[in-house]
């Protein structure tokens, strides 16, 4: 039996007691205490120093997320600033191509503008397309006095949505109409006479069916146009009901407020302008389908706003008549087009044999434009910018009428 004095054994002791010694090893306390001691002091620096260490690099992490996001928010402000620096740069083709000319087809500088020009970190695209070369749906409705310009001078939708809501004051209208003089292309005064002829006729007709605003020969082209793309001709009624002013839908497929109430949501007709494209998803028997097919040949303009033949898609000019051409006919009638565009809508309609168009609508057909839409991107390192813009141009200056930023059509 061992005595107590004999030499402790770690295993004969409570182990704190031990572990207060130091575990006693043949080698005596002394010696045996100071690397236990070390040891916990070891260990707990090295921990002190492991949460250093992932705080540090937590931190270091957060520093460089916020130097990529500032350095990418610059590129992007740097972007958006060339895109706005292009739009200065198509306003500017746009009003030297005014003082060359008066006709517009896609041979000139406007429509070809460079790929892709360098900048400083990056490339900056611009294209400029017309927009008179599509069906305008708000020709569907006669044109007030003024309306064209009313819209042309608007700096907004917003503005543009106003003034429609406002045509029925005549007084505005004249303030308008005097306005609408300066703006008015020498293309638009060539069509002004007809242009005159074709309302009243067109009021004349309409008057008697009792659709003041409608314009029956405008349907027509669309209704022809439908049939070109494979889509039901009756569709136009319901958009040229969407527009007109009156809540009496046109016979025998209109659509009017009592159509869209019924409806989940239900919504009332606009009874003014398209401000967008868009819109037609709304109007009563446009599906999805329909408006894939149909978006990119129309375009909502002011009303009155003419068809460049020089510009237009080969769909759109074959259903400006009952006896059009075929649309391959005409793609191949394009292509053999005059180096510097039609002159004249007269020499295009021979050119084409296109002698059934209705005055109305040749009174809305030109050889220039006056609206373009500029698509510019610019990537600046990681920074990207789009811009649209919607550009009018008269006789004497280019203005922005709409911008936007980001991804569109
Ligand atoms: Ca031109
Ligand atoms: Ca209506």
Known sequence: MKSPACCPCPADIPWTRWLQRGGATAQGDSVGRAPSQAGVALVTVLLIVFLASIAAVNLAALQQLA?????????????????????????????????????DHPGEQWASLPPALPIEGGTLTARLTDLQGCFNLNNLRRALPGEQSSSASSESTEEKKNENENESDQEKDKDQAQDSAAAKTDAESKSQSPSKTAESKSSQ??????KVEAEPAQIKVLQRLLESLELKPVLAQAIADWIDPDPDPQFPDGAEDSDYMVLNPAYLAANRPF?????????KGVDREAYDKLAPVVCALPPGAPLNVNTAQAPVLAALGEDGPKPADLERLLEERPEEGYKNVDDFLNAAKLTTVEAPVKALLGVGSQYFLLRAEARVGDGRAMLYSMLYRDQNSVRVLRRSFGNQD
């Open 205 to 210: 007709s309409t008057e008697n069916s009792g």
């Open 67 to 103: 130097i990529r996001r500032s350095t990418v928010l610059q590129h992007q402000q740097q972007a958006r600033l060339y895109t706005l620096g292009a739009e200065q740069w198509a306003m500017i083709i746009l009003a030297r191509d005014r003082q060359q000319n008066e006709t």
């Open 275 to 283: 401000l967008s494209v868009s819109e037609l998803r709304l109007v």
